[in-house]
């Protein structure tokens, strides 16, 4: 992916790096993140707990994929918290091209596809591309739910990078080589830039 040049508190560009530093794009270490995490959640779940349960007549639903899966059709608010809180925990893992686990890192699909396959049993496309070509329906910026899939294209013209929306306008993403799985603001300048829409999987 193209990297944009980051700027510290200074102005001055610090290196070739995906985005800008921290206070600039909503940036924060892995330490940081883990410190406020059970705040960020306690939040998130309170924000997202009213959303409706899947209708009876229709929608996606997830079932279980294993012992740790769910054994019958889970209700949407339960699942969306459960790709959120999944999506957060993996904030500071790795970057790695062609990776899609924990242990062996992440590239952008890879991490969209395990915390969905993992929290809420949908098996998702592999690559960006597929993902932003699945047939879900689209949604506005303002309309964001957490779950969502957010797409970017940091190179210009077609999509070639994809995040998970978990609320209070961030996202979690793997975003680089010689990274880390990030948690970001879309209303930063950069992501702001190289927003390019966003789909609900979740229904």
């Not at 809180?85 to 091209?97: E, S």
């Not at 993992?118 to 699945?134: F, M, N, Q």
């Not at 964001?144 to 961030?170: A, M, T, W």
């Not at 010689?178 to 603001?185: P, S």
């Amino acid at each position: 992916m193209t990297s944009a040049p980051a700027r510290g508190h200074t102005g001055r560009v610090k290196g070739d790096a995906h985005y800008l530093q921290f206070g600039r794009l909503g940036y924060a270490p892995a330490a940081v993140i883990r410190a406020v995490l059970p705040a960020l959640a306690c939040a998130l779940l309170a924000a997202c707990g009213g959303s409706a349960s899947i209708r009876a007549g229709g929608g996606s639903q997830a079932f279980g994929i294993g012992e740790e899966g769910y054994a019958e059709a889970t209700p949407l608010s339960a699942r969306s918290n459960d790709v959120l809180m999944r999506a957060i925990g993996l904030v500071g893992t790795p970057y790695r091209y062609g990776g899609n686990t924990p242990e062996a890192g992440f590239d952008c699909s890879g991490l969209v596809g395990f915390v969905f396959r993992d929290a809420a049993g949908l098996a998702l496309p592999r690559s960006t591309r597929e993902l932003i070509d699945i047939p879900a329906p689209s949604v506005k910026r303002d309309e964001l739910q957490p779950g969502d899939l957010v797409y970017f294209n940091p190179k210009g013209g077609k999509v070639s990078h994809v995040g998970i929306y978990v609320g209070e306008g961030r996202f979690v993403h793997a975003p680089s080589r010689g990274g880390t799985v990030r948690l970001d603001a879309l209303g930063s300048e950069y992501w702001n830039r190289h927003f390019a829409g966003a789909k609900r999987v979740l229904q």
